[in-house]
């Protein structure tokens, strides 16, 4: 198992497009959200607008996930894309290498550091994708995942 370091940081607040979605099972996260991103990226053209940071996927729920593109700019909302800032937050994040299907030891090494260090999950996790191709090698992808606390 990978030895992650955790760290708390200040999150500034971003402008994003996006699309929240249910997705139906596990087995169907890499194609769904493949699709829904692809959907924001193409609403962002549409909005002759520019990708400003890594995409950013925001878990409301085991299975409730969002697809969030930095902007350069405001832009209106669309029929299934909303234009929102995502908040600035105290996060208790780690860098995880590699591919998606080594994301469970890493949640589980940020949930056990923030339980002993008495702080406590204050809203949905979020996944920045720091370096990431699609179709790259899965092996030189690098997540950061973040939690937003706050203290016990």
């Given at each position: 198992m990978a030895v992650y370091e955790v760290e708390i940081k200040s999150v500034e607040p971003v402008l994003v497009a996006s699309r929240r979605e249910s997705i139906p099972d596990y087995g169907a996260i890499g194609s769904a959200m493949n699709r829904i991103y692809n959907e924001v990226v193409s609403y962002i053209g549409e909005q002759?607008?520019?990708?400003?940071?890594?995409?950013?996927?925001?878990?409301?729920?085991?299975?409730?996930?969002?697809?969030?593109?930095?902007?350069d700019r405001p832009m209106p909302d669309g029929d299934r894309v909303t234009v929102r800032e995502l908040p600035g937050e105290e996060m208790?994040?780690?860098?995880?290498?590699?591919?998606?299907?080594?994301?469970?030891?890493?949640?589980?090494?940020?949930?056990?550091?923030?339980?002993?260090?008495?702080?406590?999950?204050?809203?949905?996790?979020r996944e920045v994708y720091l370096h990431f191709t699609p179709g790259g090698d899965p092996k030189d992808f690098v997540t950061e995942i973040q939690f937003p606390v706050a203290g016990a």
């Open positions: 002759n607008g520019n990708i400003r940071g890594p995409g950013i996927t925001i878990w409301h729920g085991p299975l409730d996930a969002e697809a969030a593109l930095p902007i208790a994040c780690l860098v995880h290498h590699g591919p998606f299907d080594g994301f469970r030891n890493a949640y589980e090494a940020v949930r056990q550091w923030i339980r002993e260090n008495d702080y406590r999950i204050t809203g949905p996790s």
